[in-house]
């Protein structure tokens, strides 16, 4: 069944927002929809400029780490319609922690962890780089 065979109460991303309401604190599950909404709604109206979401801003302050990861499965369920994801902590020496969320497959492959590694690896030096010329030019770092 493809993504447009569902009704919308049957979307994926429906589903998981039910099991999780039905599971999570209520609280926390405000909290969950207040972070996700906007995204969904993006993503409902093809409006996302990049696929690249960054659940630690002003918004996730004081938020659960396990409120946070539970946001990010739910935005990638609605991105992928799958319900198989996984949030994944790659430890990296340059950054501390990542947390990534990816398929279940590739969650229980190292060597495609560690591919992932490597990748954010080397968007963290490219931005660091990007950031010294930005200063150096009198430009705002904070991109």
């Known amino acids: 069944m493809n993504e447009s065979e569902f009704s919308p109460e049957h979307r994926p991303v429906d589903m998981y927002l039910g099991l999780l309401r039905n599971r999570m604190d209520t609280d926390d599950y405000r909290q969950l929809l207040d972070l996700v909404e906007p995204v969904l709604r993006a993503i409902d109206q093809e409006q996302l400029p990049a696929l690249d979401f960054a659940l630690d801003g002003e918004q996730a302050d004081g938020m ?3 409120v946070r ?7 990638a369920a609605a991105v992928t319609g799958r319900l198989d994801n996984e949030v994944v902590e790659i430890q990296l020496e340059e950054t501390g922690p990542v947390r990534v969320v990816t398929d279940a497959d590739t969650a229980s492959d190292p060597v495609r962890l560690g591919e992932i590694a490597d990748f954010i690896r080397e968007r963290h030096r490219q931005n660091e780089e990007l950031r010294g010329i930005a200063e150096v030019s009198g430009l705002p770092t904070d991109f």
């Open 69 to 75: 990861d539970e946001a990010a499965l739910v935005i």
């Open 64 to 66: 659960p780490q396990e």
